[in-house]
C-alpha cells in the first residue's frame, strides 16, 4: 500500500489542520463539553460542507468515493483538537456499517443525507456482556404478523444524543426459533424511537444507553438479509477501530509537543528543564512509542486494504492492543513531565489522557486484544505442531 498522500489527500489533511488549529483552541472545546449537548451543530456544519463527512462515502451515494485513509487523516487531525463532535459514531463507524449493510434503496435515501450532515445515525450494537464483541449479542427481535419487537439494551452507542436513526443488531425469533446470525435494524431516533440515557463519558464527550421493551418495528426495518449481519459490523467496526487509533496518534503527537513546549519555559536551578538529561530520555521513549503507534496505524490501513477475514482482523486487534496501550502510557507521561500542572482541569494535557482512557475501553480493550491474539498465535502453534 502506498502511504505517500496525494495532492487531494494532502488538502483534505491541510484543511483539517486548519480547522482545528483556528477554530478548536482548547478553551473553545472546554465550552462545548461543558454545554453537554454532545457537540456543536456549527462544527457539524462545518464538517459537512468541507466535505470531511462524505469523505470515505461511495460517489453512488452521495460520497466522495475516498478510502479508510482519508478517513483516517481526518481523525487523525481531530485527535490533536479532542474533538468532540461524534465523527467516529456517526460519520464512520454508523456509515460504514450502513455503506455495508444496506439496500441500494436505503444507501440512496440516507447515505446523501450522512454526507451532507442532514441527518445522523448511531450504531447500537454493544451490550453489557459483549465487552465491545459484536457477535455477542442478547437483544431479540420476535417476529409478528406486522413486524417486529424489539427487545434488550445497548449500551456505549456513540452519537446518539442527535441520532436520527439507529441501526440495531438483534437475533430474530420466529415461531420460538432463534437465529444463529445477527440482523441489523434501522430504528428511528428521537421522540418515537427507543427509551435513551445519556452516558458522560470520562473524556467529555458522550455515549448512550438504549432500551428496547417490545419496541415495534415494521418488517422494513430489516437493514440487508436476514441473519447477515454480522459481516456488515465486522466492516464497520474497521474501520471504527482504525479511525480510533489514527485519532489516538494524532493525540500522542500533540500531547508531546505540549509538554515540548513547557519544559522549554519551566525553569528549576536557573535552567530550563527541557535541558536535563533525564527529561529528554523520557521524551525520546514517548517519541519512539509515537513512532511505533504509527507504523501500527499503517500496519492497520494496509490490512483493510490488502488482507480480509480471519488476517485482517487480526492485525487490527494488535493495532487496537498496541496503539490504545501506547496512547495511555505517553498521555501519562506527559502528565507526569507537567508536575502538579498536568493535573489541572484547565490544562489541556490531562484531558488527552482522559481520552486516551476511554478509547481503550472502546471495541475491546487492550487487555481483550491482546488476550485474543495470544489464542490465536496458540492455536496456530497447536496447527503446526499437529502437521509436524
Request: proline share 2%; glycine share 10%; with cysteine.
Amino acid at each position: 500500500m502506498n502511504f505517500n498522500l496525494n495532492d487531494e489527500q494532502k488538502m483534505l489533511e491541510d484543511s483539517v489542520r486548519r480547522f482545528v488549529d483556528k477554530a478548536y483552541a482548547f478553551e473553545t472545546r472546554s465550552a462545548i463539553v461543558k454545554a453537554a449537548e454532545g457537540g456543536s451543530a456549527e462544527n457539524w456544519r462545518t464538517f459537512a460542507e468541507n466535505g470531511w463527512l462524505a469523505a470515505a462515502l461511495p460517489e453512488a451515494h452521495g460520497g466522495l468515493g475516498g478510502t479508510v485513509l482519508d478517513t483516517a487523516l481526518i481523525a487523525q487531525q481531530f485527535g490533536r483538537a479532542l474533538v468532540v463532535e461524534p465523527y467516529l459514531g456517526c460519520a464512520v463507524l454508523a456509515a460504514q456499517t450502513l455503506a455495508a449493510a444496506g439496500t441500494p434503496d436505503v444507501k440512496d435515501a440516507l447515505l446523501s443525507a450522512l454526507a451532507d450532515g442532514s441527518e445522523r445515525v448511531a450504531l447500537a450494537y454493544s451490550e453489557a456482556s459483549s465487552r465491545g464483541d459484536p457477535a455477542i449479542v442478547q437483544t431479540l427481535a420476535i417476529r409478528d404478523k406486522d413486524g417486529y419487537r424489539l427487545e434488550g439494551a445497548k449500551t456505549l452507542v456513540l452519537g446518539a444524543a442527535h441520532a436520527d436513526w439507529f441501526i440495531v443488531s438483534a437475533r430474530i425469533v420466529d415461531d420460538g426459533r432463534q437465529d444463529e446470525g445477527i440482523s441489523l435494524f434501522l430504528v428511528p431516533a428521537g421522540s418515537s424511537g427507543p427509551a435513551q440515557q445519556t452516558l458522560p463519558l470520562h473524556d467529555g464527550t458522550q455515549a448512550a444507553e438504549l432500551t428496547f421493551a417490545q419496541f415495534a418495528v415494521p418488517a422494513s426495518a430489516l437493514l440487508g438479509e436476514r441473519g447477515a449481519g454480522l459481516d456488515a459490523l465486522r466492516f464497520g467496526l474497521s474501520h471504527g477501530m482504525t479511525a480510533l487509533c489514527a485519532e489516538l496518534v494524532g493525540a500522542m503527537e500533540r500531547a508531546i509537543e505540549i509538554t515540548a513546549e513547557y519544559l522549554k519555559v519551566r525553569k528549576q536551578f536557573g535552567v530550563p528543564i527541557a535541558s536535563f538529561q533525564a527529561l529528554q530520555h523520557r521524551m525520546a521513549d514517548m517519541a519512539a512509542e509515537l513512532e511505533l503507534s504509527r507504523s501500527m496505524l499503517y500496519a492497520m490501513l494496509a490490512a483493510l486494504e490488502c488482507e480480509s477475514g480471519k488476517a485482517q482482523q487480526l492485525t487490527l486487534s494488535q493495532g487496537k492492543a498496541f496503539i490504545g496501550r501506547a496512547a495511555k502510557w505517553v498521555c501519562a507521561q506527559a502528565i507526569q513531565l507537567h508536575g502538579g500542572i498536568g493535573m489541572t482541569e484547565e490544562y489541556a494535557v490531562g484531558h488527552y489522557f482522559k481520552r486516551a482512557v476511554v478509547a481503550d475501553i472502546l471495541f475491546g480493550t487492550s487487555d481483550q486484544h491482546e488476550a485474543a491474539n495470544a489464542a490465536a498465535l496458540q492455536h496456530a502453534l497447536g496447527a503446526q505442531t499437529e502437521l509436524v
